[in-house]
């Protein structure tokens, strides 16, 4: 998973959308509509 999380965000960052991905600690990952800053 961590793999296929850590593509999806290089395919997304040239977008500047690869903060749409977040690690939620203990739970997994999460998708979110608009970017956290960070």
Same mark, same amino acid.
């Given at each position: 998973? =961590?793999?296929? %999380?850590? #593509?999806l965000?290089?395919?997304? !960052? *040239?977008? =500047?959308? =690869? #903060?749409?991905?977040? /690690?939620? #600690?203990? !739970?997994?990952? #999460? %998708? /979110?509509? $608009? *970017? $956290?800053? $960070?």
């Amino acid at each position: 998973v =961590d793999v296929h %999380i850590k #593509r999806l965000r290089a395919a997304l !960052s *040239p977008a =500047d959308c =690869d #903060r749409l991905i977040e /690690t939620v #600690r203990g !739970s997994g990952y #999460r %998708i /979110t509509k $608009t *970017p $956290t800053l $960070t």
